[in-house]
């Protein structure tokens, strides 16, 4: 009888022993796997880390990147933009330039020169011109000339007229009649006592009339030259116009 009992004692004690030993392996056995468990996450999350981190610096090396270009971009951008403006800007320097020096020779060259002069004993007048232009022969009616400039399209018309042999005109009715036969409208136009003053453009051609009109007869300069030498035109518009005056001693009458 105690023998038994005995028995029953020592494997229970083993029982008891197993089932500890058991109990301690499968907590062992968890214990392990949750810290692969947690390695294997810490390691996933390092690498996606890392991944990120790496992508993270690409997309901002690829910002700087295209950053720079831009940067090199507008560079380029303004180096042109300030080029072509400055070229720009050269060619119209030049141009003004070339333009004024033109304007200047030509302008120098007519109306600073010494001046002649032309005058017709037939109506009794005179003229002063440059002298560095040319003379033409007088007319076969002997009321005038023609004074040229072979350099440029400027040409000088003078010519007289008696005024009491149709009508008498005065410096308003003369100027409505040469008004009514310019083929072109007036732009400019004036009466300063017996002086009448037109100019017009024809096409490319200006045209500067001044008519002295008196009690017996009609004195007339015009100066015409065409748009392509307007600085030489222009400027004996205001040196030679004012010299036409009546001389006494007209041998026509």
Request: with cysteine; glycine share 6%.
């Amino acid at each position: 009888m105690n023998g038994t009992a005995e028995r029953t004692a020592s494997v229970n004690h083993r029982t008891t022993a197993s089932t500890v030993i058991i109990t301690v392996l499968i907590a062992a056995i968890v214990l392990v796997a949750l810290g692969i468990a947690g390695f294997v996450a810490w390691g996933t999350g390092v690498f996606d880390n890392h991944q990120d981190a790496s992508a993270s610096a690409t997309t901002t090396k690829t910002s700087r990147t295209d950053s720079n270009t831009s940067k090199r971009s507008r560079t380029d951008s303004k180096k042109q933009s300030d080029k072509s403006t400055t070229k720009e800007s050269t060619d119209a320097k030049d141009s003004a330039t070339n333009q004024s020096d033109n304007a200047t020779g030509n302008s120098s060259n007519n109306a600073s020169a010494t001046m002649s002069t032309y005058a017709n004993a037939f109506f009794g007048y005179s003229v002063d011109y440059p002298s560095n232009i040319i003379e033409g022969p007088e007319s076969d009616s002997s009321d005038g000339c023609t004074i040229y400039d072979p350099n440029s399209s400027v040409v000088i018309t003078v010519w007289g007229a008696w005024n009491d042999v149709v009508a008498h005109s005065t410096p308003q009715s003369e100027l409505e009649s040469m008004r009514a036969n310019a083929p072109m409208s007036p732009s400019y136009e004036s009466v300063a006592g017996q002086s009448v003053y037109l100019s017009y453009q024809d096409g490319d051609t200006i045209h500067y009339i001044r008519e002295l009109v008196t009690d017996d007869k009609i004195l007339a300069v015009e100066i015409t030259y065409s748009t392509s030498d307007r600085a030489a035109g222009d400027a004996l518009t205001s040196t030679v116009p004012p010299t036409l005056h009546s001389v006494d001693g007209a041998n026509g009458r």
